[in-house]
């Protein structure tokens, strides 16, 4: 099946800095979406972005589907960005999500 | 309207012990997903409604795990004779379908089995 890898799995982070989450899959997708789980456990949809580009205030998103993989950039980030940051596809329509590892981020004060 | 609700949001269960798990998904979403996030990873797939077709179960575990949705709207996932590697969050999503893709996930019901 496919497989998903997320980079980088931990990252930590002064309050202010920007930051680049990678997501990399081996087969072509009709679906991919970008989560913030926050320390709550709540799965909060940040992006829907199967291809192109797409940006919600200090947050930032490109999926290349051609070459596999998509981008989230966090800018000035904030402590309330502190969580895991997960990427899920759909591989061809199977109406299922597959999701990566996850990239813990710690935001520091 | 409101997000994805579920209930409940804790449930301790001694091994053995039948449980049941209950989501409402967004008024209007035809589809209807349930997962298993195990602590440390990310959720993964269990079984899919359309309505009240449930299209795909190859996530479930083992025949323990039963999931319905009868008329279309909430579902109740329910265990069986739980065991200790059942203990996990049990995930709900749904999505309008047709194209419209999108999950919206509820909160989880944190299940841990002693």
């Known amino acids: 099946g496919i497989q998903v890898e997320q980079s980088p799995p931990d990252l930590i982070l002064q309050e202010g800095a920007n930051s680049t989450l990678r997501c990399n899959f081996s087969?072509?997708?009709?679906?991919l979406q970008w989560f913030h789980q926050n320390p709550w456990g709540q799965l909060i949809n940040l992006f829907y972005?199967?291809?192109g580009t797409k940006q919600n205030g200090r947050l930032s998103a490109t999926t290349v589907a051609t070459e596999r993989y998509s981008l989230l950039y966090i800018s000035s980030s904030q402590t309330t960005d502190s969580g895991v940051y997960f990427c899920?596809?759909?591989?061809?329509?199977?109406?299922?999500?597959?999701f990566g590892a996850g990239t813990r981020l710690a935001v520091h004060p | 309207g409101a997000g994805v609700s579920q209930s409940p949001r804790y449930k301790v269960a001694k091994r053995g012990q039948d449980v049941a798990l209950r989501c409402d998904p967004i008024?209007?979403?035809?589809?209807l997903f349930w997962y298993q996030q195990a602590l440390g990873q990310g959720p993964e797939f269990l079984t899919y409604?359309?309505?009240?077709?449930?299209?795909?179960k190859s996530g479930l575990p083992s025949d323990r795990f039963f999931a319905e949705r009868p008329e279309g709207s909430v579902s109740t996932l329910k265990i069986q004779r739980t065991q200790q590697e059942d203990s996990a969050v049990y995930l709900c999503?749904?999505?309008f379908g047709g194209g419209r893709n999108e999950q919206y996930f509820g909160p989880g019901t944190r299940l841990t089995v002693t």
């Open positions: 087969d072509s997708v009709n679906n």
């Open positions: 008024s209007g979403h035809v589809s």
């Open positions: 409604f359309q309505n009240e077709a449930q299209l795909d």
């Open positions: 972005i199967p291809s």
């Open positions: 999503a749904s999505s």
């Open positions: 899920a596809v759909d591989p061809g329509g199977y109406n299922k999500l597959i």
